[in-house]
């Protein structure tokens, strides 16, 4: 599903138009954005958390030559879906 499948599902459930649902995705996407990278979590009961994780410097090999190196530490995104997400995808 695309931004726009989305957004023309959401329209069609809210019985809004599709820019309303796209304003309301656009927001979304930002809101979370804005509080992964301020270090928050982000928690819909029923679908899931999304969060940020630490990823530890490690090293790695370069498929094309086999030369070793180094991979910097990083941040990344994590999701862990809901108890009512996993049920629906059972």
Same mark, same amino acid.
């Given at each position: 599903?695309?931004?726009?499948?989305?957004?023309? $599902?959401i329209?069609?459930?809210g /019985? @809004?138009?599709?820019?309303?649902?796209e !304003?309301?995705v656009? /927001?979304?996407? +930002?809101?979370?954005?804005?509080?992964? +990278? /301020?270090?928050? $979590?982000?928690t819909?009961?029923?679908?899931?958390?999304?969060?940020?994780?630490?990823? +530890?410097?490690r090293?790695g090999?370069?498929?094309?030559?086999?030369?070793?190196?180094? @991979?910097?530490?990083s !941040?990344?995104?994590k999701f862990?879906?809901? !108890? /009512?997400?996993?049920? $629906?995808?059972?």
């Amino acid at each position: 599903m695309t931004k726009a499948d989305l957004v023309s $599902k959401i329209a069609a459930l809210g /019985g @809004i138009t599709r820019a309303q649902a796209e !304003k309301a995705v656009d /927001g979304f996407v +930002s809101a979370v954005g804005d509080a992964l +990278s /301020g270090g928050d $979590k982000v928690t819909l009961v029923g679908f899931g958390t999304f969060s940020v994780g630490n990823r +530890s410097a490690r090293e790695g090999r370069n498929p094309r030559t086999g030369d070793k190196i180094k @991979i910097p530490a990083s !941040k990344v995104v994590k999701f862990k879906p809901g !108890k /009512g997400l996993s049920d $629906k995808v059972k």
